[in-house]
């Protein structure tokens, strides 16, 4: 059984064009995060929704929107791609959003835009 | 933000013990110290977490100092699979940082 999706594995888009990640998690947690990795290989978290709450949103350009329709979905829609955006986009989840419960991460969706 | 430091990278023998160190002097009394891995391209993997006691869990061992500046993970037992990057990090305001970690490499 998958603990968190991420659909869809790879996406490989245009300059300018509008795209959604989506990530599902069936463990019954209350908190979900994305995070991004660059090519440099750095992971730095974007957003994080407790009980479809955003508690946190990092300097992240608005052209990203994340959207959590109930607390089993986190989605990342993002408007106007730049080469920028290029990277690989993990969703994880965590049972609190308190520091005693860790998290667990999705395999990542690889975003190309060319 | 408490930030950590660790070697950019060590070789460890398989079926050999791997002692992978990290700092975090400004760490605060409250922060827990977390060690994830990321094999390859994977999603990050949760490995232990400690606030002040050493723990131990089927994949690791974790010593924390008793000033709470520095800490290591223990790998019992390396395989070849434990070749992956492994991030040291302090929980802070609700968020995992992630740093440059320490490469590990696993020889045959």
């Known amino acids: 059984d998958t603990a968190v999706s991420q659909t869809p594995k790879y996406l490989v888009t245009q300059m300018g064009n509008d795209k959604s990640i989506k990530c599902e998690q069936n463990?019954?947690?209350?908190?979900m995060y994305w995070y991004k990795q660059d090519s440099k290989k750095f992971l730095k978290i974007m957003f994080s929704?407790?009980?479809?709450?955003?508690?946190i949103n990092e300097t992240v350009p608005n052209r990203f929107s994340p959207k959590s329709p109930d607390k089993a979905h986190l989605n990342l829609h993002i408007n106007s791609l730049e080469l920028g955006d290029s990277a690989v986009y993990f969703c994880a989840s965590s049972l609190t959003q308190q520091m005693t419960y860790e998290q667990y991460f999705g395999p990542g969706t690889r975003l190309t835009v060319t | 933000d408490a930030k950590t430091t660790q070697p950019p990278s060590m070789d460890c023998a398989e079926g050999r013990a791997a002692n992978l160190p990290c700092n975090h002097s400004?760490?605060?009394?409250?922060?827990?110290v977390y060690w994830y891995r990321q094999i390859h391209s994977q999603g990050p993997q949760y490995i232990i977490h400690g606030l002040k006691n050493n723990e131990t869990n089927e994949m690791a061992s974790l010593i924390i100092t008793e000033d709470r500046k520095s800490s290591t993970l223990i790998l019992p037992h390396a395989t070849l699979r434990d070749t992956a990057v492994y991030y040291c990090?302090?929980?802070?305001?609700?968020?995992?940082?992630f740093g440059a970690g320490t490469t590990v490499t696993v020889r045959a």
């Open positions: 400004t760490i605060s009394g409250n922060e827990y």
């Open positions: 463990l019954g947690h209350d908190t």
């Open positions: 990090i302090v929980f802070n305001d609700y968020k995992l940082s």
């Open positions: 929704y407790n009980n479809k709450e955003l508690i």
